[in-house]
């Protein structure tokens, strides 16, 4: 099934059953309002869900609307844990020797893993907001799973049978901020800023064959202002299935429900697929041709990204998000729908008393 | 106002009120059953929790029950962030000269931070369960604070001004993993297993002219199997003011109602004072002697942390935990009190029908 979170002025929500295709929706009223409710006690208030996921399919749903990707929160819009893994060779390759780092010995036997800000992931239509294109603004294409609890010391066999659903996540990367930062040896902080995730939360089973082994094999596409600059396969090349992430953060504590754990950016070795993330892109340009070419985002810069299925349908729904400041002098001009209402006012306006 | 969270058998448990001498408490019924909802609403729900408070220090609580911290759970059994600093100098001296790490150079202007988990807080009497004494278990006894909504770029001023709770913490730390674990780049994960929390959250005024200048002008006592090893002041040596580090942890993204913010382990640069962790201990001997004579923890050791006021009443209740093998058979016979019921059962009762 699919699961979206509906803006409603709370904090976290109105939980709603989104249709297969995406094109309707219904409220979750009466089996839970949350997605967290409904991870907190999955055997009880899923099923219920699958039955209304089931109707809505159907067509027979008495009470379904219209789906609106824009009216959406994160389905989690906070979680008690986010922890995003690091699985994609090429990725950790190519930006690494973007910032001169080396590539940890342990690399293909321990997961690389951070553990990130989840109080207020932001939604597959938000802006995202930041202060200073000074930061390095780039945008990371990847998938991450929810979990069920998942006890200490779970083999990568069990913690995989705790995935409840999956989500497609764009994990927002301040790239200036990250070398101080990882400097000081306690990991990312101020480089890693609110997460956005896409419009649905999907069961494993949404994947049908594509599901296999703990990866997604399917393809993210990433449309930097319209332009597609990657078409990555999130399966072969994953070092680590979602099973072993999750057991690598079981290891000394246990994973309670609703725990979010990432992929990491989705990167092929084949330069064709090209790039999830800008950082990517000029590394590759520095090995090329010594420096990078490409800028990382500007103000009113647009990132797309969305995963399609073998038919070509939309599995989460897309990420579609405006990069905008958090004071508008920090820019030049906003964009016309961000000015203040007094500066598009009719001028003939200020005259009346 | 004191606030505890009381086992129930939920998730979140049980909010109640607890006397200013924690004596006494009554349940939060009729103005909120989770802490998360008061900090949530805090402008709406705390009145009501002061005037109860009010009510049960003076003896009229109608339905008053005597406070026991056996029955806590964290204040917050789960919480949206969890960040903690490293604010005081001798603590990172010596902790980094132990493990052969370099000081960073930053280390005077900008905090030094991690991320933590944050999905599976412990309570102040639960066991600390962990997988092998090879992981070199040891406490850290700190402080940390829990917030309001602070919103990015907020100043360190308007930062302490969304301080609504502090903590006593024991941010338990995994030495033997952690050299390994950071030198991967990404941060603290297995190293740092779940944290655990004094039995009452207070309000800064609680602790009046000991709240001072964002820090905490009190001392924390230690005690490792009944001896005590630590008697550090909490305020002259903290580098950063909680203000500060919230501002930090804001810098680039909004900070939600509900985010814990810790100090790091409270260290006093007169050895007199003693320590607040195991690795500290083992620093001095290092220096002084070449090798580390003391242990880390062993299953069954205890320890016991709790700060008191100028007048010696305990602020915010001990934290008192045993450590715990994961396994039974990872360590030799557990205590009694762990046994299963069969052997402590009478040796008559097995001849009975």
Redesign the interface.
């Given at each position: 099934m699919k699961l979206a979170t509906l803006k409603d002025g709370s904090?976290d929500g109105q939980l709603a059953v989104v249709s297969r295709d995406l094109s309707t929706a219904h409220f979750a009223t009466g089996i839970a309002t949350t997605l967290q409710q409904v991870l907190?006690d999955w055997n009880f208030r899923s099923p219920p869900l699958e039955d209304l996921y089931a109707t809505l399919n159907g067509g027979k749903a008495r009470h379904a609307f219209a789906f609106d990707p824009r009216h959406c929160m994160a389905p989690l819009p906070?979680?008690?844990?986010w922890?995003d893994g690091?699985a994609y060779l090429n990725h950790v390759e190519l930006v690494r020797k973007a910032r001169n780092?080396e590539m940890?010995a342990?690399f293909y036997d321990?997961p690389?893993?951070?553990?990130?800000?989840?109080?207020?992931f932001i939604g597959p239509c938000d802006d995202a907001?930041?202060?200073s294109t000074d930061?390095g603004i780039d945008f990371e294409s990847e998938l991450a799973v929810i979990t069920g609890d998942v006890p200490?010391?779970a083999s990568p066999e069990a913690a995989l049978d705790g995935v409840r659903l999956l989500m497609l996540v764009n994990d927002w990367s301040?790239r200036h901020?990250i070398p101080?930062e990882?400097?000081?040896?306690?990991?990312?902080?101020?480089?890693k800023?609110?997460t956005a995730f896409g419009p649905v939360a999907v069961t494993p089973d949404e994947l049908g064959p594509a599901w296999k082994g703990g990866r997604v094999h399917l393809k993210v596409e990433s449309r930097w202002n319209g332009r597609r600059v990657g078409l990555c396969n999130a399966g072969p090349e994953m070092l680590f299935h979602f099973g072993q992430l999750v057991a690598?953060?079981a290891?000394?504590?246990?994973?309670?429900?609703?725990?979010v754990v990432g992929s990491g950016t989705i990167s092929n070795q084949d330069r064709a697929c090209g790039v999830s993330c800008i950082a990517e892109l000029r590394a590759i340009e520095t090995l090329h041709s010594g420096a990078p070419q490409t800028p990382f985002m500007q103000f009113g810069d647009t990132i797309r990204i969305e995963m399609l299925d073998d038919s070509g349908a939309s599995v989460f729904g897309a990420i579609e998000q405006r990069v905008r400041a958090?004071?508008a002098s920090a820019d030049a001009d906003p964009p016309a729908q961000d000015r203040p209402l007094e500066a598009a006012a009719d001028p003939d306006a200020a005259s009346a008393p």
């Open positions: 904090r907190d906070r979680a008690f844990q922890a690091s780092a940890p342990s321990d690389l893993m951070y553990q990130g800000g989840s109080d207020d907001v930041f202060g930061w200490m010391g301040l901020l101080a990882l400097a000081k040896g306690f990991g990312f902080l101020q480089g800023p609110a690598h953060v290891k000394t504590r246990n994973v309670r429900a609703g725990s958090l004071h």
